[in-house]
């Protein structure tokens, strides 16, 4: 049969991208991932004050604007670690940068959830549902923001995380009103998503315990089984995680064998025709994001998916929303640790480093986010963003494929393919530095 090659146009992916199908016997053979358009924020950075990139590289993307402070806010710490300049944050301000950090995953997870994943799939099941999906994710979304915004003064495109810990000094006041606000998010997840209490959900260990979960996500993994979409979209098995969290510490997963990573491996490379460049590790590809972090972290639901489903899409789906209520939940636990009489910052305004080199790593929503910048005389010489999606997202090499596109590789039809590129969650925005 004639091979037959299509170009598709994909949105609601923060951004656009152009898929070139070619489709053989009915089945997808082969796709190529196009980003036409780019940024360049990396190339507007350099020459700029060191200290400049606390407040640029946070409007790389108008969702992860957050993770990119922190990524920066870390790299200008580990150069001023590396020029021998000690640094040596307070609890307090670790603790605040990690509950605005899960804020931020909580309300991306969520509209990912509502205004992708839910919609996209009744489209293609050609479910007429009359819900207002969008309300949802508007709702929870808004909500956690205004917890964030407590600390971090504005969301998107906050700059309160600066070198030796944060610019906010919150009161008491300020975490009975962010704890209410998260217990409001709880309340959401609760009756509107799992349909459950959490502690309860949070138990659940096995597949065989999953029928419990009801909500929105009961009612998605139910229609993706009695579709026969579960085992759909593996891919390669092979996962990584390279920042300290409060879900997981770094590592790498093959199948289920866990081991350690070193971010000096990371190697970026063009791609022909496209404005995202590849990034493999020890010249490997590697699935990143919530799936790679719930397998290093060996989460007891994850591995029982994966057992059954390997990194198919229901595992890869699973994995996202099961970390909105771990980070609820780790969230109110960073609220009541919280020691309001700790500095917010221990570095002197008048503390600068003039030559550095330094690395930032954060585990935002989509997975790895890392920053390298090179400072000379006080300006940036270099700087490198590696966004989570680059991983997800190479054309391959002459022995295999990049990992969304093994696989959309064998899928039936265009629609279903579409479906499962939206499983790792795309950002075109972030990803053509």
């Known amino acids: 049969m004639k091979k037959i090659k299509i170009k598709e146009l994909i949105e609601k992916i923060e951004g656009e991208a152009e898929l070139d199908f070619t489709i053989e016997d009915g089945r997808i053979e082969d796709v190529k991932i196009n980003f036409g358009f780019y940024r360049g924020i990396e190339e507007i950075l350099q020459g700029r004050d060191a200290w400049d990139a606390l407040v640029i590289t946070p409007r790389v993307c108008g969702i992860c604007n957050h993770a990119h402070l922190i990524a920066a806010v870390r790299a200008i710490e580990d150069g001023y670690q590396n020029a021998g300049?000690?640094?040596?944050?307070?609890?307090?301000?670790?603790?605040?940068?990690?509950?605005?950090?899960?804020?931020?995953?909580?309300?991306?997870?969520?509209?990912?959830?509502y205004m992708t994943i839910v919609p996209q799939l009744e489209a293609y099941l050609q479910i007429d549902n009359r819900q207002n999906h969008a309300l949802k994710a508007t709702y929870l979304s808004s909500t956690v923001t205004k917890a964030l915004a407590i600390f971090a003064g504005q969301w998107p495109h906050s700059s309160y995380a600066i070198p030796g810990g944060v610019s906010c000094d919150p009161t008491h006041l300020d975490l009975m009103q962010a704890e209410a606000l998260i217990d409001e998010c709880i309340r959401f997840v609760e009756q509107v998503l799992i349909g459950m209490d959490m502690a309860q959900y949070l138990d659940i260990s096995s597949v065989s315990q999953l029928h419990e979960v009801g909500?929105?996500?009961?009612?998605?993994?139910?229609?993706?089984?009695?579709?026969?979409m579960a085992?759909?979209?593996?891919?390669?098995?092979?996962?990584?995680?390279f920042g300290e969290s409060l879900l997981s510490s770094s590592?790498?997963?093959?199948?289920?064998?866990?081991?350690?990573?070193?971010?000096?491996?990371?190697?970026?490379?063009?791609q022909d025709e496209s404005m995202a460049k590849a990034v493999t590790y020890k010249k490997r590809l590697y699935e990143t994001g919530p799936l790679a972090r719930g397998m290093v972290a060996k989460r007891p639901i994850i591995k029982s998916l994966h057992k059954r489903y390997k990194d198919a899409l229901l595992t890869r789906i699973f994995a996202r929303m099961h970390e909105v209520s771990l980070l609820l939940t780790e969230s109110k636990r960073l609220l009541r640790e919280l020691d309001l009489n700790e500095p917010s910052c221990t570095l002197d305004i008048d503390t600068r480093c003039a030559d550095f080199e330094g690395t930032g790593i954060v585990e935002a929503a989509r997975g790895s986010l890392i920053h390298q910048t090179e400072v000379s005389g006080g300006l940036i010489h270099r700087y490198e963003i590696i966004t989570p999606t680059q991983w997800n997202l190479s054309h391959g090499?002459?022995?295999?494929?990049?990992?969304?596109?093994?696989?959309?590789?064998?899928?039936?039809?265009?629609?279903?393919?579409?479906?499962?590129?939206?499983?790792?969650?795309?950002?075109?925005?972030?990803t053509t530095q």
Request: glycine share 8%; with cysteine.
């Open 397 to 430: 090499s002459g022995d295999e494929h990049g990992i969304a596109v093994e696989a959309m590789i064998g899928s039936k039809s265009i629609q279903e393919a579409t479906f499962i590129f939206r499983t790792f969650d795309v950002c075109s925005v972030c």
């Open 231 to 241: 085992t759909l979209g593996q891919s390669y098995d092979r996962f990584i995680v």
């Open 85 to 113: 300049i000690n640094l040596l944050l307070s609890e307090k301000a670790k603790k605040i940068r990690s509950f605005t950090l899960a804020c931020e995953l909580i309300q991306n997870h969520m509209k990912w959830f």
């Open 251 to 270: 590592g790498k997963s093959i199948a289920t064998a866990v081991s350690k990573v070193d971010p000096r491996y990371v190697q970026e490379s063009a």
């Open 215 to 228: 909500g929105d996500l009961g009612r998605l993994m139910h229609l993706i089984g009695s579709s026969g």
